[in-house]
């Protein structure tokens, strides 16, 4: 940084919102009393999935009538459980880790949308037995698409309402 830079970690124009990335400030030289001028870091894609979520999660609670559906998904992986927000347990839960599911992908990783809809179907059927018939769906930030979309279809052809 250069001398009279500063970094700040709040937003002057949204108060409470944290920021996705540190703003870079400095003085300005210009006019009598001087004035605060700040670049934004660009955002990467994790900071705005995160934001996405934290958006999803302020308008989505899990109740014991409906629970959440919550999905993960890594580069390698795709994660699904079932969770009762009121009392803060999961109640079934599912990847493409699981030995079952692994078992169905010879070998291959859980990176498709056919390693997808096998987890959303083994969530449904999971669902069923705990007698859920009905989720509220926690995309987790990702978007509605590909692999997120698979899984979400095939937990609905299992018998899963959302």
Do not use: W
């Amino acid at each position: 940084m250069q001398p009279g830079s500063y970094a700040i970690s709040g937003s002057a124009f949204r108060s409470g919102t944290p920021l996705l990335a540190q703003e870079r400030c400095r003085l300005s030289a210009a006019g009598s009393r001087g004035s605060l001028l700040c670049e934004g870091a660009q955002s990467t894609r994790k900071d705005r999935t995160q934001k996405r979520h934290s958006s999803i999660r302020r308008k989505i609670q899990g109740k014991p009538e409906r629970p959440r559906l919550a999905v993960y998904r890594s580069n390698q992986h795709i994660y699904a459980q079932v969770i009762d927000d009121a009392i803060g347990n999961t109640l079934c839960a599912t990847s493409t880790l699981s030995p079952d599911i692994r078992e169905q992908l010879n070998g291959k990783l859980g990176a498709d949308k056919g390693a997808a809809e096998l987890v959303g179907k083994r969530i449904g059927e999971l669902c069923l037995e705990k007698n859920i018939s009905a989720v509220s769906f926690d995309r987790g930030g990702n978007i509605y698409h590909g692999r997120v979309q698979a899984l979400a279809e095939a937990a609905r052809a299992a018998g899963l309402g959302f």
